[in-house]
């Protein structure tokens, strides 16, 4: 089984609705990230967690929330989907313990805002 | 803040041929070095990383990659190119200390060419 799961794989929605992304893992890893990647623009940081009582902003957290609901989960929310976040959303775990900290990532969530 | 730059966005190349995909980086404290890669429709996987010491280093598949602090520059390599290294590299940066956030440049596209 993979470490770092994601659901769903792919989403259609559209605008105006609410939508949750959950990521799971195996790995016993204290920290969880969420990223999106846009064409030409790379990865980019919405929001991570250091545990599950340490929440911080990435450098594009407006329109999104998240939350910690255990070690293992990590969920983003969409609170009202707007077409350009349209784009695949990444999870990522680490761990504080090791030097220069590998990050992990899931498979992604392919999601498509109408 | 540290940035990233990946100097090429799509990298055509001609099976068997060498190849070098460029990354430079701007920070004012140490940091750690990564590349990741990116195949078709799959998450991203770690190829190598720069931490410490040598600063010539060797990751999967064949590839490697050389810190250089003066230029600070961490350009990836393989000599010999396959079919199968078709995808997307990820040249990213981490601040010893600080914010420990992983920082990704914009990614390049890597064809091969039969």
């Known amino acids: 089984d993979a470490d770092v799961t994601q659901t769903p794989r792919n989403r259609i929605t559209k605008t105006g609705k609410r939508i949750m992304l959950e990521c799971s893992q195996t790995?016993?890893?204290?920290?969880m990230y969420w990223y999106r990647q846009d064409p030409g623009l790379g990865l980019r940081l919405i929001y991570y967690s250091f545990d599950v009582k340490d929440i911080n902003k990435g450098e594009i957290s407006d329109g999104y929330s998240v939350s910690r609901q255990a070690q293992a989960k990590f969920s983003l929310s969409l609170e009202s989907a707007i077409p350009n976040q349209t784009a695949l959303y990444f999870c990522?775990?680490?761990?504080?313990?090791?030097?220069?900290?590998?990050?992990?990532f899931g498979p992604g969530t392919r999601l498509l805002v109408l | 803040a540290q940035s990233v730059t990946q100097l090429d966005s799509q990298v055509p190349v001609f099976e068997e041929a060498p190849v070098e995909l460029r990354c430079n980086y701007s920070s004012s404290v140490s940091v750690y070095l990564f590349w990741y890669v990116q195949y078709p429709n799959q998450g991203l996987q770690l190829l190598l990383k720069?931490?410490?010491?040598?600063?010539l280093v060797k990751g999967i598949n064949g590839f490697e990659a050389e810190f250089n602090k003066s230029q600070t520059s961490f350009h990836l390599r393989k000599p010999s190119v396959h079919i199968s290294d078709t995808a997307e590299y990820f040249c990213?940066?981490?601040?010893?200390?600080?914010?420990?956030?992983?920082?990704f440049g914009q990614g390049t596209r890597l064809t091969i060419n039969p």
């Open positions: 790995k016993g890893h204290d920290r």
């Open positions: 720069y931490l410490s010491g040598s600063t």
């Open positions: 990522a775990t680490s761990t504080s313990g090791s030097v220069g900290e590998t990050q992990y």
């Open positions: 990213a940066v981490r601040e010893f200390q600080g914010a420990q956030k992983l920082v």
